[in-house]
Each structure stands twice: as structure tokens, then as C-alpha cells.
């Protein structure tokens, strides 16, 4: 993908604010790419990933592979919002990409697209070059309870991510159309999301930046022994993922649509167990029961976002 003349050089600082660190090994190796801020209410990501940079520089002649961070949505994260006019992470179909690539960027119909089109001007020579891809979409969520991993349940990710012992979330992807995650599967590569805690909390940032640190030595990147604070830091997020469950299924998605005036009843966490018949949210119709047994995941307690909360089973 190529940007037109103008667009290059009327756009390449801001490019380059879209990038928190680039550290290239002396030993090849793959590519790992983490993203933050691509809903721009969950910042606490890019904190994480600016640790993981500061740390991995003074011995990046000892790294195999490279490690990229990035900032996704640098509007919506200057007003701490989860987009300006429409979901940057609903915008990665392959065709509104296409558009995307072949409008010039003043032409493009949101801030969130032009958002895309600078982002693909990093990423596209990267995931559609020779090197081994694994991208992380770092997010937060605005209710509580433990973190998770959302992934196809495919053997590689499952492999890299088991290491992680964080629940491994199946299918959901299915129902979110349009994900930056979706791009880079579809170019043949690892993709994933890792849901770090609630929004703008230390524990947030904290189990991100254990969680990379631990995807760097699964992934080959680092070796364990390089990483002074790598034992305190799996042993911390060993202790957070303790009696969750490590893989279920996404069953259902309860999709709010305009005008609903929806309203999620007040003290659901993430694996909360929930009985067909529940009562959890609602909206101008009444109330909203859940629709089967299972764990809640990811109740809605922001005024942003049309999703209002999933129910997952334990994978049978």
C-alpha cells in the first residue's frame, strides 16, 4: 500500500506518533506487533507497551526477532473516548480496507478511517512481508473482573497463548466484525486480543505489561534469563488468573441497537456465573434476562460501544 506523494509528506509526523518504540534484534527471529488505545478509552495499554520498550532497548542485540509498539486511535485518545465518529476496530474488513488504501486520506469520509489509513501505512509492509507476524490488540473493558484472551482456537495460538494461563475466549471474534486482529489472520499470521483489566486502572496496565513479557519468551523473542523482573512478574499473573477458566466458548451476544437505552444492572463482573433467566440489563422495552446459563463476559458500563454483554460456556 502506497500513499499518494501529498499524503506522505503532509502526514508522515503524524505517522509517526502512531509508533511507541521500534526495537529490531541482532538475531533474526519474528515480528511481534502490540497495539494500544485502538478504542481510545483503554489507554492504559500504550503505558505497558512504553515499559516494555524502555526494557527490551538495552538488550536488543540479545533479542530475536523484533518488537513493534504501537498507538491506535490518536483522536479518540486525546479525548478519551472509544471513537470519534465511528469504531476504528470495526473498520478492518478487507474491503472498507481496500477503500481505505485507495481514497486519499483528506477524502476520507471520518477521523477514525484516516486513523486506519495511517496505521496501514505502518502495518501493511509488515504483515504482507516474509517474516513471522504474532500482533497483540491490547484492550481494556469498562466493568470488572479477571482478564482474558480473545483468539480463534487454532493450535498456534492456543499454544503461545496457554502459556499466558489467561481464559482463552473462542468464537467471539466470530460476532466482531471487522478487527484489526481479523487483518492480520487474514494475511496468514497470529492475531489475538488480550483484555487486560478495567479501564485506566494500574492493575490493567500492570497485567499487560506481564503479559507481554511472557508472550516475549514463549514467542522466542527474549530468553527469561535476560528479563530480570520476568519471575516476579509470571508469578503475579499466575496468582491473578487462579480459579478462572481457562477455555470456553462464546453461546450468545446481546447486540444493543439505537434507541434501545440500554442499562446494565449495576455489579456484574467478568465470570460471573449466570442461570438462564437472569436478570441483567435494561432497556425502553423492559427488562433484559439472560437467555442461558454461563459466565458473563464483558458487561457494558460505558455509554459507547453496541455490544452489552456475552454469555461463554466451558468448552465441552
Known amino acids: 500500500m502506497q500513499l499518494t506523494q501529498t ?51 538495552p ?47 483528506e477524502a476520507l469520509s471520518t477521523i477514525d478511517r484516516r486513523e486506519v489509513k495511517e496505521l496501514l501505512t505502518i502495518l501493511d509492509p509488515i504483515v504482507y512481508g516474509k517474516e513471522e507476524v504474532i500482533y497483540i490488540d491490547l484492550h481494556t473493558f469498562s466493568g470488572k473482573g479477571g482478564m482474558f484472551s480473545i483468539t480463534p482456537h487454532e493450535e498456534r495460538h492456543v499454544e503461545l497463548l496457554s502459556q499466558l494461563k489467561v481464559p482463552l475466549i473462542f468464537g467471539i471474534q466470530h460476532t466482531l466484525i471487522g478487527t484489526s486482529m481479523e487483518y492480520v489472520e487474514d494475511a496468514g499470521h497470529v492475531g489475538f486480543a488480550f483484555e ?14 506481564a503479559g507481554l513479557l511472557i508472550l516475549l519468551v514463549s514467542s522466542g523473542l527474549v530468553s527469561a534469563n535476560k528479563l530480570p523482573e520476568f519471575g516476579h512478574y509470571y508469578a503475579y499473573l499466575m496468582e491473578k488468573v487462579q480459579g478462572l477458566p481457562h477455555k470456553v466458548d462464546f453461546h450468545y451476544k446481546h447486540i444493543i441497537e439505537e434507541g434501545d437505552q440500554f442499562i446494565m444492572n449495576p455489579g456484574f463482573s467478568n465470570f460471573d456465573r449466570v442461570k438462564k433467566g437472569d436478570w441483567l440489563a435494561n432497556d425502553r422495552h423492559g427488562k433484559i434476562l439472560a437467555q442461558s446459563d454461563g459466565y458473563l463476559l464483558m458487561p457494558l458500563y460505558q455509554q459507547q460501544g453496541n455490544d452489552g454483554f456475552f454469555i461463554v460456556r466451558d468448552c465441552e
Do not use: C
Open 7 to 57: 499524503d506522505q509528506e503532509v502526514h508522515t509526523e503524524r505517522i509517526e506518533q502512531h509508533i511507541i518504540g521500534d526495537i529490531k534484534g541482532g538475531k533474526p527471529g519474528p515480528i511481534m506487533i502490540a497495539v494500544a488505545g485502538m478504542h481510545g478509552n483503554e489507554a492504559t495499554g500504550v503505558d505497558a507497551i512504553l515499559r516494555v520498550i524502555e526494557m527490551l532497548e
Open 59 to 105: 538488550i536488543r542485540h540479545e533479542m530475536h526477532g523484533r518488537f513493534v509498539g504501537l498507538k491506535g486511535n490518536l483522536s479518540a485518545l486525546r479525548q478519551n473516548m472509544r471513537f470519534v465518529e465511528e469504531d476504528m476496530n470495526r473498520l478492518w474488513v478487507t474491503s472498507i480496507l481496500d477503500k481505505i488504501r485507495r481514497t486519499p486520506y
Open 196 to 209: 487486560t483489566g478495567t479501564h485506566g486502572t494500574k492493575d490493567a496496565e500492570e497485567n499487560a505489561y
